[in-house]
């Protein structure tokens, strides 16, 4: 008899927990999406109300060190919803997401962008990043 698989860990990105109720439909959507056994660690900047609503486990959004930390325990990263690689909020914004897709993908994780669009990028430099 094969050992049971542990359930998958996918680490969800995105803007959760601010309040702001499109992107807390998209989590709520994606978590409904996601397969059986699967234990999302979730982005959020008002953690309590993302745990207390949802069910799920967070992370503090904007402490980029506690995210990259929890992008270590799991095995999956998902951008999910709305348009996070853009560079009209900030550059910064984007170097923060870009930063989680280059470190999954150097630990050989699958990167997955969902309902994700792209842009603006009106920067030569976030095109050059993106691309």
Known sequence: MAPARKGVRPL???????HNL?????????LAQLPEGCDPLVTAFDQGEVQQRLGVCTCARRD???????LDRC???????????????????????????????????PVLLW???????RRRRS????R
């Open 64 to 70: 980029f060190a506690a995210v990259r930390r929890a």
């Open 12 to 18: 969800l990105c995105g803007y959760y927990g601010e």
């Open 75 to 109: 095995d999956a990263l998902v951008l999910g919803g709305g348009s996070l690689l853009q560079d009209s909020t900030s550059f910064r914004s984007l170097l923060y997401y870009a930063a989680l897709i280059i470190s999954a993908r150097l630990q050989g994780k």
């Open 115 to 121: 309902g994700q669009g792209l842009g603006p990028l």
């Open 22 to 30: 499109g992107d807390d439909a998209l989590l709520a959507a994606l």
């Open 127 to 130: 095109r050059l990043l993106v």
